[in-house]
């Protein structure tokens, strides 16, 4: 690794400064991604501004017909909330089933999300249910909040604190793992709430994860499993590696689809 | 004995590997230790034209850049390949100079240019990329048919083509006369997938340079310490042998990857000298990926001929072997005699014909790997025998079983004579164990649920025990592959064995001390196994190609049985008895039909004592031996593998896997279980996930973890093992070896599972779910019509 | 340089490290504990799993300076006297062949134990299986490691 300067804030103004303060500085959450890509020295931040002992950023919270999860919190413990899993039991599933257990002991949703893997979790979560990420300058409607693959709306000095899930009425995620990385090559998260059905497809996009409108509308007039069969998912705009074609890629999605909607019930 | 041959003795080395104080290359720091980094070339092909290490020499804590020109100066040798092969037209095989650092021309991305040391491994790795290289990026060859194609890049300048040989085996005329009298000819082409080895330790080199003493060691991660040493003495120039002292400690798996003596441990060693310093080198899995020497990648195109009954007439093989940019050191001998000469497999085949082009390419070099040239073979025999009774409509096993060879020995036409086996045995055994007669109901069960359920066989051969050393080098090896031994018994009774094979996880600390509990009748706590330091034991060849059992233990057994001899000499004497009445067991030696006896300790002091030997003894009680085996051994036996598919994915599961080996006799089943599994699970690895892979200009794309897919405890069953013994006559232990015997004849068994729950043989390895929804999506596509 | 307290196996430990140094650097090059093995830069093979505050974490994967005040257990620290029942179970069932994955395997045995308990799960074989995605064998097989950790559930 490249020499870097740790910092530890306790607040979220203090890991503000520090990142304005470095040259070239980067937000530590759980490092699962990050420290492995200094190793590999595919990234070299000046400084590393740890967010995990801000105040609050870790905590879990219901009101109001949502769930709100503190940026610094770990997959084990999004998994493990008898709050989440009982509210978006989709959500808790899906982060019980990131990276690996000693992964997810470390891993935040914070760090996932800013980092917008095009393969990552989340972020079908996030778009799947409509959520608000909550940052240290404002709150990103998960619409405008993606932005191409490990592209965010995220400015340079802004820090997520939080992400706000509506509660939903059904939701569910399946994914079919990359057999190597085991990261999503196709991952389809579907929810049915207030603001009516919405599904996120996360990697197999070229472009990061995105919503199917397909998909949306087939579920939007059944919420059914057999609903999908009649969609016609594209390979168009999907990626083609050594894993998946995308004409490959274009079926698992219809099929995680209906795994998903299968669960939700 | 409860601790003798057999007997399924728990390991005496578990308890420093379970509880942290295992001592592997990268435990060893030495004083004021000092860190290597390579510079490699991230081009598959390239010329170096120029190289500035300023930037990284001004770094403070760098201690030095040395680069392949400086070596090559200082008369540090070239690579050396130690089996030659003559082409079929009697010419000598022909390959491209292996410098161990890049001196003109950099062949494979990871290709070593220059090695940094510096105080701190993180301080080598950066300065490494300070090291300014200037290439000049040259057209790469890199698929092996390609390779071989006019026009193609020419990765030597001496090797015309890329064709390192074009040989042969068997007699082409008499398979063509047995395919053109055939009723039935199977056509397959096979692509036999690149693999990576994988041993979770990464490789690592720690150089020490004793300059008062003019004297090297070398910690090493290393199958063959001794092996190591003569060839970095004879052939790199590093130092005199017994200016070199090489220690393999404990190793984290080898699988034939930690055989070779790779340019980093001979960099290490002269940067050492050169730099005065202790130097450590420590692969990061990338450079595993990059530089560990890679396996299998064939390919091939088939024809076996039947005749009306379902006899096997004629069987043609055309083969291209990928040896990489480099013949690294058994490369040559994989695709040829461990390869072409298991054409047969188990079968009675009147014709059979073998050819291989080997090639240079823009890759890592590839080498022996677990089983090395046997997976190759068996795959191809196995697939072709399934696909064969699916196009005569006949079952598999009754297609097998009507050509298995049934008498032993049995030469084949392809050079190798066959010891012992029982085919039919094992595919019985394997049967009941598989419950195959239940299987319709179980694929009808699947079929409910909308699974597609396949089940599928290998009965395979293998030829272990690595090697005749006449026979060896009658084929071209440059080294003899018989192996030593050596058995101390201490003053006070206790035993050492000395070997020179080499245990990284084959359990040989506890199943070689387990030959003297049984010839002595000894508890096995007072026997010890030495291995794996040049100077502490005997030269020997080393562990690789299932040979520690037939070959090393061989050894083991001769020098025991000289012990005894010697001990009955000295009790028949000190008792006053005859020598041929003297019985040894329980761990004392007494006269029979009489009370008299000596305790082993008693004995032990006896022999050093020296007050009362036999006229004209030597005193002590130390024994050496070598055994060169007269033949190989041939382990065989029979996998079912029986999978279930989900069509709507392509992903499949094992539901069952079923081994039934014969492996002769076995020292330790628990151990022998473990090596199967352990087998097996590679075998699926190569059948289901596993691929290396380049892009067109020799980009390495499966670098890492997160792109090559390595087996996890989810992807694999647990397995049924079970055993069917016909001992080997090779050996007076009558052992055959069980190392490579599951990665050996796992893969066929998988994908002829496979193909038969989605009614097509249109798939290749690595049967991943893509590639099985895309062979069933093919099989549905309606046939054009004509 | 940043100076960090880490207990580790019970006991305190100190030291001045630079902020790059990691966890299964620390542990063995700083405390020379070399029980925690690295195989991997992509934290997927699992040798260098250790608890930290009794969670399986990827030593190779978490900054020694971000766990300031943290208990650290190792392979090291599992024997007390006698084996752990979790190496015991390994001993037994044959579940090591090389040893170099057996601390991670060891480590994230216990933890996937002690979280089904607390969850009152059970951990049967397929669960075992799939807790096991973040350690790679290449020797065993797996099939000794899953009946040694399901051996070891019954006694722990």
Redesign the interface.
Known sequence: MHPTKYHKPSSVSDAVAALAGADDGKLLAGGQTLLPTMKQHLAAPSDLVDVRSIDGMSEITVGNGTVTVGAATTHAEVAASAEVRQHIPGLASLAGGIGDPAVRHMGTIGGSLANNDPAADYPAAVLGLGASVITSKREIAADDFFDGMFTTALEDDEIITAVRFPVPEASAYAKFDNPASRYAMAGVFVSRGASGVRVAVTGAGDDGVMRHDGLEAALSSSFTADACDGVEVSADGLLSDIHASAAYRANLVKQMAKTAVAAAG | MSDGIGARV??V????????????T??I?MENQAYAAFVRSPHGSARVRGIDASAAMAMEGVVGVLTGPEMKEDGIGDIITGWSITSKDGSPMQCGVWNPMVTELARYVGDAVAIVVADTQ?LA??AA?AVVVDYEILPAAVNLVDALKDGAHQVHGNVPGNLIFDWEVGDEAAADEGLAKATHVTELDIVNNRLSP?????RSAVAIFNEAEDHYTLYSTSQNPHVARLVLSAFYNVAPEHKLRVIAP????G?GSKIYIYPEEIACLWASMKLNRSVKWTA???ESFMTDAHARDHVTKARMGFDADGKITGFKIDTIANIGAYVSLFATATPTYLYGTLATGTYAIPGVYCNVKAVHTNTAPVDAYRGAGRPEATYLIERMIEVSARQLGMDPAELRRKNFIREFPYQTPVLLQYDSGDFDACLTKAQALADVAGFPARKAEAAARGKLRGLGYSTFIEACGLAPSAAAGSLGSAVGLWESAEVRVNPVGTIEILTGCHS????HATTFCQLAAEKFGVPIENVKLVHGDTDTSQFGMGTYGSRSGPVGMSAVLKALEKVEAKVKKIVAHQLEASEEDIVIENGEASVAGTDKKMAWHEIGLAAYIAHNLPEGMEPGLKETSFFDPVNFSFPSGCFICEVEVDP????TDIIQFVSADDFGVIINP??V??Q???????GIGQAL?ERV?YDESGQL??G???????P???D?P??KVTHSSTPSPTNPLGVKGCGEA?AIGSPPAVINAITDAIGTDDLQMPA???AV??ALQAAKMPMAAE | MTQVAITVNGKATSRDVPDTTLLSDYLREDLRLTGTHVGCDTSQCGACVVLIDGKAVKACTALAVSLDGSKVTTVEGLANGALHPMQAAFKEHHGLQCGFCTPGMIMSGIDMINRYKAEGRTLDEAAIRHELEGNICRCTGYHNIVKAIGDAAAKM
Request: charged fraction near 30%.
């Open positions: 728990q390991r080395e578990d308890k420093r590997f379970l509880t942290g104080k295992g001592k592997y990268d435990d720091r993180d790795r950066i990329e994988n041993a979770i330790e990464p404990d190793v984290g798996g699988f990061m899995r990338t990284h996880g084959q359990g709507d994915t392509g992903k628990m151990i279980e473990g199967v599994h352990g087998g097996v699970t590679q996930t892979v794309v499966t890492s973890y997160m792109d090559y897919t390595m996890r405890a989810d694999v647990s397995y599951g991943t779910p893509e929804w895309t």
